[in-house]
């Protein structure tokens, strides 16, 4: 009961399995308020009590749940973990690893976990440092098979197995765990009878692990090296197109006095291509306009900055849009030329100066793109907000158009080379006028640390809307 308390002042929704108790406590549970009970009428093993429980919370609509024993072993003021290590890897399974060292175990604790974890490894090609941990989060719409096979301890670990044939990641977050003394431990777990369940399982996962393990493992991976060898090779014929147009086109301009306007609709229909093609290797891209923006205004565009996709996105949706970057994008050897002459800028180049030649674009009517963190983020999360945006928008007296976007950090994260199939929504907000922004805050330190609430607030609404099906 202590274990239900703790964990009620953690989440609202918490459902307990009486896997058919004989000590009272099944009466005690019935008297208890604030929980779902799910009763069986007779023992049936943990795997039983842990379908069970799942398949409550998914005929009440949950998308995740977090399991935990009964017994106290797991800390329910660990769930804000496990709940962190969701909003850095939807989808995913979150396993708690139980920080044992120094625990008082049995050998047969400790042999139990090295074998699961050894033989996890040869049956999914991944490593998993605590198989043995009952301490999870599951996506309830990737478990695809419930345990079918076993019905005890060993449950887990073929949901683990199953889970990782079809794909699904499995992450670990570090956990706190308690063991009461040898004298005062209870256990149902029986050494020579589980052992052998567990012994059997394996030797059934490993035979079907040629069959439907490996060729899918390997099938996903071959995938994903063809989706970014795709999207690498059609990127670079993309840039190898606009280079020589550019290095012709730029001085001839000049020569002639031309407009530069062929050159930022070159890069408009570059950006159109990679949304496409990013559309044809799965990462269906969705734009949420529902104030009909047009950009035809000038603005300050800010975005959260997530991969190196999100450039595209935006040079996709307007001719006119320039960006302010960093000098290592600025002067980059390949691309740099073609930046520097469609007037992108450096924040580099100082306040004043940049104040400067951000009006005269403005006035020509080009809206300014700006990344408010000023990186990418680790992890896809709204990071810390600098003030340069909210200051110019200030300064010049301009609108400020808001855009979130969502999932291009899972498509191509920071620090990855490949490209993962991965919904990406953009969502373009209300323009807020100068007189908007002052209802923001009163300074212009105010106004950003409120506009980077209001990102945080719509980035989880798109993530509660999507994570149903990430």
């Known amino acids: 009961m202590d274990v239900i308390g703790r964990t009620l002042l953690q989440c609202r929704d918490v459902i307990v399995v009486n896997d058919g108790s004989t000590d009272g406590s099944g009466e005690l549970l019935r008297k208890t308020g604030d929980i779902t009970l799910v009763e069986n009428t007779k023992n049936e093993g943990k795997g039983t009590a842990l379908k069970c429980g799942l398949q409550k919370a998914r005929e009440m609509g949950f998308a995740y749940a977090i399991t935990l024993d009964a017994d106290g072993q797991h800390f329910p003021e660990d769930i804000p ?5 969701n909003l850095r890897n ?17 050998g047969g604790s400790k042999f139990a976990n090295a074998f699961g974890n050894f033989w996890f490894c040869v049956q999914t090609l991944h490593y998993v440092p605590d198989t043995q941990s009952g301490f999870r989060l599951y996506p309830l719409h990737k478990l695809h098979v419930l345990p079918l096979i076993t019905s005890r301890y060993e449950a887990e670990l073929e949901l683990l197995v199953s889970s990782a044939w079809n794909g699904v990641k499995i992450v670990s977050v570090p956990v706190n765990v308690y063991y009461p003394p040898k004298e005062k431990r209870v256990s149902y777990f029986r050494p020579g009878r589980d052992f052998a369940r567990i012994f059997v399982l394996n030797t059934l996962l490993c035979a079907l692990t040629p069959i439907f393990g490996y060729p899918f493992i390997i099938l996903r991976a071959l995938l994903t090296a ?3 060898a795709f999207a690498l090779l059609i990127y670079l014929l993309g840039l190898c197109a606009i280079m020589p147009f550019a290095f012709v086109y730029v001085p001839l301009a000049k020569v002639m006095h031309w407009s530069k306007t062929p050159l930022y609709n070159v890069l408009h229909a570059y950006g159109k291509l990679v949304t496409w093609l990013l559309q ?8 949420h306009n529902v104030q009909g923006e047009n950009l035809s205004t000038p603005a300050i565009i800010t975005c959260n900055h997530q991969s190196h996709l999100d450039l595209m996105i935006l040079l996709g949706l307007t001719r006119k849009i320039v960006f302010l970057t960093n000098d290592r994008v600025y002067n980059n050897p390949f691309y ?3 930046l520097r002459h469609a007037e992108y800028y450096p924040v580099s180049m100082g306040y004043d100066k940049l104040k400067l030649k951000i009006k005269d674009l403005t006035d020509r009517g080009f809206c300014i793109a700006i990344f408010p963190e000023g990186t990418r983020s680790e992890d896809s999360r709204i990071g810390k907000f600098y003030k340069g945006a909210l200051q110019l928008a200030n300064d010049l007296q301009m609108d400020i158009l808001p855009l979130v976007l969502y999932g291009a950090g899972r498509a191509l ?6 490209i993962s199939k991965s919904p990406i929504v953009l969502h373009i907000g209300k323009r807020m006028t100068p007189a908007d922004q002052e209802q923001l805050g009163r300074t212009v330190q105010e106004r950003t640390k409120r506009l980077r609430r209001l990102y945080i607030n719509k980035f989880a609404a798109i993530s509660n809307q999507l994570e149903q099906h990430v």
């Open 90 to 106: 939807p989808g995913a399974i979150i396993i708690g690893k139980r920080k044992l060292k120094g625990a008082i175990r049995s």
């Open 336 to 338: 740099g030329y073609i």
């Open 280 to 287: 044809i290797i799965g990462c269906r891209v969705t734009v």
């Open 226 to 228: 063809l989706r970014t």
């Open 81 to 85: 973990l496990l709940l962190e290590g």
């Open 413 to 418: 994260c920071k620090n990855c080379w490949w």
